[in-house]
């Protein structure tokens, strides 16, 4: 009977594979006993197939471990446990508690800047019923929607909310959303799931009401690009209209020293009428920008 062949799995330096075959003992012991000969060689063959399957397995981790090292990305599964989280559900108990403390506190007459930027609220921001509180709060003076402990370059965003005619608009609600500095939406992943996830319940949000003169500011950290894309860094705005005859306007701010902010991007921005500001720095290294936004 003639013996399967034997062979053994190697991994060259360069993580390529090659076989090569298992010398057979040649003894005369082996001669005089040819059925235990064969188990041997069946057990031997057995164990090298396991080892062979053990090495190739080690040998595909590493190359995909060093896939991500060389091209600078997180392994897939990586990447998918940070791309979207489920959106809240049901309060607990906890929470109810900490969004009536803040419905309190609005009624006492704390800014919605105290609420949103105060440590006893942060767990709370992307709940439906607490961000309901600050939008009924909204009042026409500039907003802070960060905390201190936010991680991120320090943005002032101000403008002018005007009408077709370029006449100011007062008095209206403006709603903002946007990433944090590293392009998440929730402070567990990037994207919220859902409908609308990301826009009913970003993390970093806030409502204010233009003045008599139809100005705001917003006082925030400049958002980042979402990861794993080539979409320009933004923030959102949604201007109120239901009840001005001036209209209403969903748009983005973007800035224009954002890299991803290509000339194909622009023209795109561009086309779809999003707001493209300058960034200019101020004495106390805050980014600035100014925008126009025109209802319609």
Same mark, same amino acid.
């Given at each position: 009977?003639?013996?399967?062949? &034997?062979?053994? $799995?190697?991994? $060259? !330096? /360069? /993580?390529?594979?090659?076989?090569?075959?298992?010398? +057979? @003992?040649?003894?005369? @012991?082996?001669?005089?006993? #040819?059925?235990?000969? +064969?188990?041997?060689?069946?057990? %031997? *063959?057995?164990?090298?197939?396991?080892?062979?399957?053990?090495? &190739?397995?080690?040998a595909l981790s590493c190359w995909a471990v =060093? %896939?991500?090292?060389?091209?600078?990305? =997180? #392994?897939?599964?990586?990447?998918d446990a940070t791309r979207f989280i489920e959106p809240p559900g049901q309060e607990t108990d906890a929470m109810k508690q900490i969004i009536d403390k803040a419905k309190a506190a609005l009624e006492s007459g704390k800014s919605t800047t105290a609420i949103l930027t105060g440590?006893?609220? &942060?767990?709370?921001?992307?709940?439906? +019923?607490? +961000?309901?509180?600050?939008?009924? @709060? =909204?009042? #026409?003076? !500039?907003?802070?929607?960060?905390?201190?402990?936010? !991680?991120?370059? =320090? $943005?002032?965003v101000a403008g002018r909310v005007v009408d077709g005619r370029g006449q100011a608009v007062k008095a209206v609600v403006i709603y903002f959303y946007q990433t944090s500095d590293k392009g998440w939406y929730s402070d567990q992943a990037a994207h919220i799931g859902g409908m609308e996830g990301d826009r009913r319940h970003a993390r970093l949000f806030g409502y204010l009401k233009t003045n008599d003169e139809g100005r705001f500011e917003l006082r925030t950290i400049r958002p980042a690009g979402y990861p *794993?894309?080539? $979409? #320009?860094?933004?923030?959102?705005?949604?201007?109120?209209?239901?009840?001005?005859?001036?209209?209403? &306007?969903?748009?983005?701010?973007?800035?224009?020293?954002?890299?991803r902010l290509t000339a194909e991007w622009r023209e795109r921005s561009q086309r779809e009428g999003f707001v493209i500001a300058r960034v200019t720095t101020d004495s106390e290294n805050h980014q600035r920008v100014e925008v126009e936004l025109k209802m319609r």
């Open positions: 009977m003639k013996h399967p062949r &034997l062979e053994r $799995l190697e991994v $060259l !330096p /360069n /993580n390529s594979m090659q076989r090569t075959a298992v010398p +057979r @003992s040649t003894g005369r @012991s082996a001669e005089r006993r #040819p059925g235990r000969n +064969r188990r041997i060689a069946m057990r %031997v *063959h057995s164990w090298t197939s396991i080892t062979a399957s053990v090495a &190739l397995m080690v =060093a %896939v991500g090292v060389v091209s600078g990305q =997180a #392994p897939a599964a990586q990447r440590s006893s609220y &942060l767990t709370a921001h992307e709940w439906p +019923r607490f +961000r309901k509180q600050i939008r009924d @709060s =909204a009042q #026409p003076s !500039p907003v802070t929607i960060v905390s201190e402990k936010e !991680p991120g370059q =320090a $943005l002032i *794993h894309s080539n $979409l #320009p860094a933004h923030i959102h705005v949604e201007v109120e209209g239901a009840n001005s005859p001036a209209g209403s &306007l969903i748009t983005e701010i973007q800035f224009d020293d954002d890299p």
